[in-house]
């Protein structure tokens, strides 16, 4: 793609989805449009900004193509454990979360039933940029290939509604809130003890990576954990008052000047 394609591009980005797309990496975003492009038998960015003339539904397919939504029921099993090892330790009544980049909802439901299964009761504020995958989050209706992720101790939490269908039970999925928020561009929430953002920094340019990290660690209440992806890496905790407590696992410190 050459310069003043990729400024079309970003221009239509910011226009059709208010985003600014340039704190993406390129490379992934040009993998992503390229793939999309062929598959909409589109032969360049020319084609594809006037096959997107006043169409937003088609923007919003390009939107949700260019978000990988890949996720799964309890991924990274053993770092779940970890994690909620620690979280339990905190007394606090409910335990307030917010998962960040919840695609279509497996990450805030694994919380939800694994505090259910402690007896702990939650608020998990569940949020992604892409309108499209919510919509289907907020169904919390799933076939039976990703019901197999959930191990068998765990299904109870779930009601057949189909043949292959399944759904999460209304007195666990109340305590989960679906909402559209964007990590680059939304103002924060605050005052959680833990944030899951696992497996979307990656997609960011270091700087806006930083810059999300810390609007993430301070939209923590003092003691809370900052979950990343298992592949995650944060170099710069340190500047962020944060101290690794876990495998991708951080917490906010209570006292920055006191640890110094
Ligand atoms: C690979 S999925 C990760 C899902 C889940 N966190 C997990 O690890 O299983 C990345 C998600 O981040 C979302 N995302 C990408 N950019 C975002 C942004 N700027 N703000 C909020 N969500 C974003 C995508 O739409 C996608 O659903």
């Not at 006043?54 to 099993?77: C, G, K, M, Q």
């Not at 919840?102 to 039933?113: F, I, K, N, Y």
């Not at 402690?118 to 995958?133: H, P, Q």
């Not at 799933?142 to 292959?164: A, L």
Request: charged share 20%; aromatic share 12%; with cysteine.
């Amino acid at each position: 793609m050459t310069e003043q394609e990729w400024e079309n591009f970003f221009g239509a980005a910011r226009r059709w989805w208010g985003t600014d797309l340039t704190s993406y990496k390129r490379t992934h975003l040009d993998r992503r449009l390229t793939t999309f492009m062929v598959q909409e038998g589109l032969t360049d960015v020319p084609a594809l900004m006037a096959r997107g003339q006043n169409d937003p539904e088609f923007w919003e397919r390009v939107h949700s193509y260019l978000t990988i939504h890949v996720s799964e029921f309890f991924r990274d099993a053993p770092y779940w454990q970890a994690w909620t090892q620690a979280i339990l330790q905190r007394p606090d009544v409910p335990l307030k979360f917010w998962s960040a980049g919840a695609s279509w909802g497996a990450e805030p439901v694994t919380l939800a039933v694994l505090m259910n299964a402690a007896g702990r009761s939650c608020e998990i504020l569940a949020t992604d940029s892409d309108v499209a995958i919510l919509r289907e989050a907020k169904t919390m209706e799933y076939g039976q290939e990703v019901m197999s992720q959930i191990p068998m101790q765990y299904r109870q939490y779930f009601e057949r509604i189909g043949p292959d269908r399944w759904r999460l039970i209304s007195s666990i999925g109340r305590h989960i809130r679906f909402m559209r928020h964007h990590l680059l561009s939304d103002p924060y929430p605050s005052g959680f003890h833990g944030i899951l953002c696992r497996n979307v920094l990656i997609y960011f340019e270091p700087s806006a990576r930083w810059t999300v990290a810390q609007k993430l660690a301070q939209a923590l209440l003092p003691q809370g954990y900052l979950w990343l992806g298992a592949t995650e890496t944060l170099l710069e905790w340190r500047g962020l008052g944060l101290r690794v407590v876990g495998p991708s696992l951080f917490q906010k410190i209570a006292n920055p000047i006191a640890e110094r």
